[in-house]
């Protein structure tokens, strides 16, 4: 598929049903954009954590593919409080204005602004909140997160 996703995807909020796919995509997206960091939890911890966590506690959107497409969960989006804490896409659906939505519907949701961490090593991600309005407001170690990878947080205020 090419060009923008638009009229093939549809923005939801997702169910306790949804917890695997969400799950997969988050794996695979990660494996993708990150290469080089180390992932501290195996799959099965993370399809855990997606199912028993995040979509219970958390507001979870996903992007699905329409039925004549396979109807697949092809993106992942989690808001807690004002925090965009994951905004994962499967790797051959980035690039073609799901982000994009993700994000409209994110500031949408969090009007009064919203935060995020992103690693350094992403510099895909940095450029992407960047044309979304975000800054760059505090840049760690890594020491406080459990990849023990350097990352940044971004903001954006209306």
């Known amino acids: 598929m090419s060009g923008d996703d638009r009229a093939q995807v549809l923005l939801r909020r997702a169910t306790s049903a949804d917890a695997r796919a969400v799950a997969d995509v988050w794996l695979r ?10 992932r501290p939890h195996s799959d099965d ?3 855990a954590h997606f199912r028993d966590v995040v979509l219970p506690a958390a507001e979870t ?28 896409l499967a790797p051959e659906r980035r690039g073609h204005g799901i982000g994009d939505r993700f994000v409209r519907l994110a500031k949408e949701r969090r009007p009064r602004g919203l935060s995020l961490w992103t690693f350094q090593v992403n510099t895909p991600a940095h450029r992407f909140y960047e ?13 406080g997160n459990e990849e023990r990878e350097p990352d940044v947080r971004y903001a954006w205020r209306p």
Not at 29 to 38: H, I, K, R
Not at 65 to 86: C, K, N, R, T, Y
Not at 131 to 143: I, K, L, N
Request: net charge negative; glycine share 12%.
């Open 29 to 38: 997206s990660f494996a993708a954009a990150l290469p080089t960091v180390v």
């Open 45 to 47: 911890e993370v399809r």
């Open 61 to 88: 959107w996903v992007a699905q593919a329409e039925p004549s497409d396979g109807g697949a969960v092809v993106g992942v989006m989690v808001l807690e409080g004002e925090e965009l804490s994951q905004l994962h």
């Open 131 to 143: 044309r979304h309005g975000f800054t760059a407001v505090e840049w760690t170690d890594g020491s």
